[in-house]
T-cell receptor, first 114, second 115 residues
Framework: AQSVSQHNHHVILSEAASLELGCNYSYGGTVNLFWYVQYPGQHLQLLLK??????LVKGIKGFEAEFIKSKFSFNLRKPSVQWSDTAEYFC????????????FGGGTRLMVKP | ETGVTQSPTHLIKTRGQQVTLRCSSQ?????VSWYQQALGQGPQFIFQYYREEENGRGNFPPRFSGLQFPNYSSELNVNALELDDSALYLC??????????????FGNGTRLTVT
């Protein structure tokens, strides 16, 4: 079955620590990949997206993600987190093999300690 | 400002009742998708509407139904509510149906509690 897996459910970091959140998917075909962020009490917001081209994509607020096709991965990274990055992060995939269904991972809840 | 508005923000219903949730899409968007987000989980795709027709459906029973109107706004209807239907219901709009490179823009959601 097509699925999106996020390996870490909860992550706790201190400010200035580096962040890497894992995301793997099991789709074939052409995929578009996304990371969404949900800050406490707010709606889901697009953090960054990959459609084609350079597999290293940069998003808002210093986040980046790397698409590694051979590993079916799209990990999210940030060199130095801030307290304001405390939020829940969702990886999502849409595939031309799966119609128009954007499939989300289970999310990773990040807490950054000041 | 998200551009996608949902109403109501919170709702409490009794098991067996019916509920209608509403969504106004972002200006210029013609496709609406609905998601269910249970506590502690990622959003699960319910269905998508494009040009007033259902286009794609996730693993949800027929008692979950929807509508899209000519102005691209949408409703999600759930009949015979069950306790497990308690969740945050998210509406998302996008520009083109089937266009892989059309990110979804989400509303704040409707929190439904079934007692």
């Amino acid at each position: 079955a097509q699925s999106v897996s996020q390996h870490n459910h909860h992550v706790i970091l201190s400010e200035a620590a580096s962040l890497e959140l894992g995301c793997n998917y099991s789709y074939g075909g052409t995929v578009n990949l996304f990371w969404y962020v949900q800050y406490p009490g707010q709606h889901l917001q697009l953090l960054l997206k990959y459609f084609s081209g350079d597999p290293l994509v940069k998003g808002i607020k210093g986040f980046e993600a790397e698409f590694i096709k051979s590993k079916f991965s799209f990990n999210l990274r940030k060199p130095s987190v801030q307290w304001s990055d405390t939020a829940e992060y969702f990886c999502a995939v849409i595939s031309n093999n799966a119609g128009n269904m954007l499939t989300f991972g289970g999310g990773t809840r990040l807490m950054v300690k000041p | 400002e998200t551009g996608v508005t949902q109403s109501p923000t919170h709702l409490i219903k009794t098991r067996g009742q019916q509920v209608t949730l509403r969504c106004s899409s972002q200006s210029g968007h013609n496709t609406v998708s609905w998601y269910q987000q249970a506590l502690g989980q990622g959003p699960q795709f319910i269905f998508q509407y494009y040009r007033e027709e259902e286009n794609g459906r996730g693993n949800f029973p027929p008692r979950f139904s929807g509508l899209q109107f000519p102005n691209y706004s949408s409703e999600l209807n759930v009949n015979a509510l069950e306790l497990d239907d308690s969740a945050l219901y998210l509406c998302a709009s996008s520009f083109l149906m089937g266009a892989l490179n059309s990110p979804l823009h989400f509303g704040n959601g409707t929190r439904l509690t079934v007692t």
